[in-house]
């Protein structure tokens, strides 16, 4: 049981380091005709004095570029590796989803495989077996249980995985970014999950690149670069600062410039020029009325040949809430820009908005499996939105109410 009044996890100027050899020496005629190769190394810190403390029931992300040390941290976390300096505390038993497959036995059917990775986790054989059911429920396999796992596919072995995960009775959680081979209904799935054992205040570090559910999900978050923390605090702060270094350091090393603007991300094969708010009748507008037809539109003006670019936009609240998105995601391709070449963008839609002023971030993106920034401007142009009706809620949407008859007794 968790001691109370204590951190759910304490980590105190953890250190790792790495020795990566230069050149390798694989046979023994090697060895034997060169005795000296191979034998130089260098040091590569993976994680360099991390320090922070998980309260009990929070929701916490560790974000961070590709080789930023957010796997290492966690596999020291969960004893994989042992840190080379510092001290990592755990109150209470710990179930960990770092890497897919581990602990499962490909020659061995599902259920086999539940009843191993189960009690591995904590759970005692007895309550093992109870739980199979809602194991194989969970992750939809009932058809495929006495297959070998060497014959599933990688979405399948991860759907197992995660579901004897949320099975153990555990009051910490390890979860790495695996859950990206699931398809989009276990993912949705997992969501679910993840917002019912938030409700339940149960204690999570989740390892992540989406920072949509950095902000949908977490307390705090952390963010990592080059092995040390450099933003700790609320998700919407860590997340505008992960994209800050994982854009504009990129877009910088490749200019040979610093960038000049903050809250700008993107490599500028194209920039948004200008952003504006319209109203019904098609004018520029710095205020909308409730309820009328409007619209938000962005120019563009290309620097480079771009191949059916994403064009989108986010509206938030002045609280920060994202209360609308748009883009031409799932809309045919956009077509084939050159240089030179200028575009305008107009989003138009229904005004339900309630009373207030809210700031829009357009952007143009490169689309694929990840989403690869061209152009993206916080909070580039704002609008205040009227209305007549008072509302304590963020849409004022139109309805119908109906009161029946009262029946007298």
Not at 2 to 9: E, I, R, Y
Not at 83 to 100: K, P, Q
Not at 127 to 156: C, P, Q, T, W
Not at 298 to 305: D, G, L, N, Q, S
Request: overall charge negative; hydrophobic content about 40%.
């Amino acid at each position: 049981m968790p001691s109370p009044g204590l951190p759910a996890v304490a980590v105190d100027g953890v250190s790792k380091t790495f020795r990566l050899p230069h050149e390798r020496v694989h046979t023994l005629k090697e060895r034997a005709l060169h005795p000296f190769r191979g034998k130089s190394h260098e040091q590569f810190p993976a994680l360099a004095d991390v320090s922070f403390a998980v309260d009990g029931g929070e929701f916490f992300g560790i974000v961070g570029r590709n080789g930023s040390g957010k796997s290492t941290l966690l596999k020291c976390l969960a004893g994989i590796y042992a840190a080379d300096r510092g001290r990592i505390y755990v109150n209470g038993r710990m179930s960990t989803f770092i890497e897919l497959g581990v602990g499962f036995n490909d020659d061995l059917p599902a259920r086999d495989n539940v009843m191993i990775n189960a009690t591995m986790l904590g759970l005692s054989p007895r309550e093992a077996r109870r739980r199979y059911d809602a194991v194989i429920d969970f992750a939809e396999l009932h058809e495929f249980e006495d297959l070998k796992l060497k014959n599933y596919s990688s979405g399948m072995e991860v759907r197992l995985a995660f579901s004897v995960m949320m099975q153990v009775d555990a009051e910490v959680l390890l979860i790495d970014e695996v859950l990206a081979v699931g398809d989009a209904a276990f993912q949705q799935k997992c969501f679910d999950e993840f917002a019912r054992i938030r409700r339940q205040g149960r204690t999570v570090l989740l390892v992540t690149h989406d920072m949509g559910n950095v902000q949908r999900f977490c307390h705090r978050a952390m963010l990592l670069e080059r092995g040390r923390v450099v933003e700790l605090g609320e998700p919407d702060h860590v997340a505008a600062r992960y994209l800050e270094v994982n854009f504009l350091r990129e877009s910088a090393a490749r200019d040979g410039d610093e960038p000049s603007e903050s809250g700008r991300y993107g490599d500028r094969r194209a920039e948004i020029v200008e952003a504006w708010f319209e109203d019904e009748a098609g004018e520029r507008a710095a205020t909308l009325p409730s309820g009328r037809r409007c619209a938000f539109a962005f120019a563009v003006r290309f620097h480079e040949p771009v191949e059916d670019p994403l064009f989108g936009v986010v509206l938030a609240d002045d609280r920060g809430n994202p209360v609308f998105e748009a883009s031409n995601a799932r809309l045919p391709g956009a077509g084939a820009f050159a240089a030179g070449d200028a575009a305008t963008v107009r989003i138009a839609f229904d005004n339900v908005l309630s009373s207030g002023r809210y700031e829009a971030t357009p952007a143009i993106a490169r689309g694929g499996s990840g989403v690869a920034w061209i152009d993206r401007r916080e909070r580039l142009a704002s609008v205040v939105v009227t209305g007549t009706r008072p509302t304590d809620a963020v849409l004022d949407l139109p309805f119908e109410l109906e009161i029946g008859a009262r029946e007298r007794r």
